[in-house]
């Protein structure tokens, strides 16, 4: 089974700063997906970041970007240049095989304040 | 165009009735997900169609859950005989195909009293 593990349940960034949010997660697929989502207060799932295993690159998205360590099985979010309407839950998750189609597994989140 | 959406918005009901949780995904979308979130579990995946099948219901927490989905398009969650420890927040997600980017509608916060 997969898990995946977010060690940081809160962190807290002044304005402007940067942040890395960290996750590992466990599996012996070696083809597979990964995902930041971020949930703010209004409860809405947000797609922050995706990676693909197979992709050696790291993901980037405007002020959001990935350090995907494959062997290390580690995908952290770094937020950049942070601002008041990151403040959220952000979760990492694992795509995951469920018989013929995919599913989130996710980790417990860590809860971003930003502050002024 | 339209995100996925889900009504109710908020549930309140007693404990022993039957609750009726509906999700409208994206149009076109052929994959939807149903996840609860609670406090103490966290996000877990409950059930999985593709088109109007569910090839997968083991995430279902018991048998007094159940789903459809009919015409391909919209889902019924179903909760017979709540108990308090149905209370959660249940999230709707689509997807244009099996291993595609899940869009997430706003959920329905449910209490069971």
């Not at chain 1, 593990?5 to 996750?23: I, K, N, R």
């Not at chain 2, 569910?54 to 007094?64: E, F, I, N, T, Y």
């Amino acid at each position: 089974a997969q898990t995946v593990t977010q060690s940081q349940p809160e962190m807290s960034v002044q304005e402007a700063e940067t942040v890395t949010l960290s996750c590992t997660y466990d599996t012996s697929e070696n083809n597979y997906y990964l995902f930041w989502y971020k949930q703010p207060p209004s409860r809405q799932m947000i797609l922050v970041i995706r990676q693909e295993a197979y992709k050696q690159q790291n993901a980037t998205e405007n002020r959001f970007s990935v350090n995907f360590q494959k062997a290390a099985k580690s995908f952290s979010l770094k937020i950049s240049d942070s601002q008041l309407g990151d403040t959220a839950m952000y979760f990492c998750a694992f795509m995951k095989m469920v018989n013929s189609g995919y599913a989130l597994n996710f980790g417990k989140g860590t809860s971003l304040l930003v502050t002024p | 165009g339209a995100g996925v959406s889900q009504s109710p918005s908020n549930k309140v009901t007693e404990k022993g009735k039957d609750v009726e949780l509906r999700c409208d995904p994206i149009s076109g979308h052929t994959a939807l997900y149903w996840y609860r979130q609670s406090l103490g579990q966290g996000l877990e995946f409950l059930i999985y169609f593709q088109g109007n099948s569910a090839p997968d219901k083991s995430g279902l927490p018991s048998d007094r859950f159940s789903a459809e989905r009919t015409g391909g398009s919209v889902s019924t969650l179903t909760i017979q005989r709540t108990q308090q420890e149905d209370s959660a927040v249940y999230l709707c997600a689509s997807s244009l195909r099996r291993h595609d980017e899940q869009f997430f509608g706003p959920g329905t916060r449910l209490t069971v009293l």
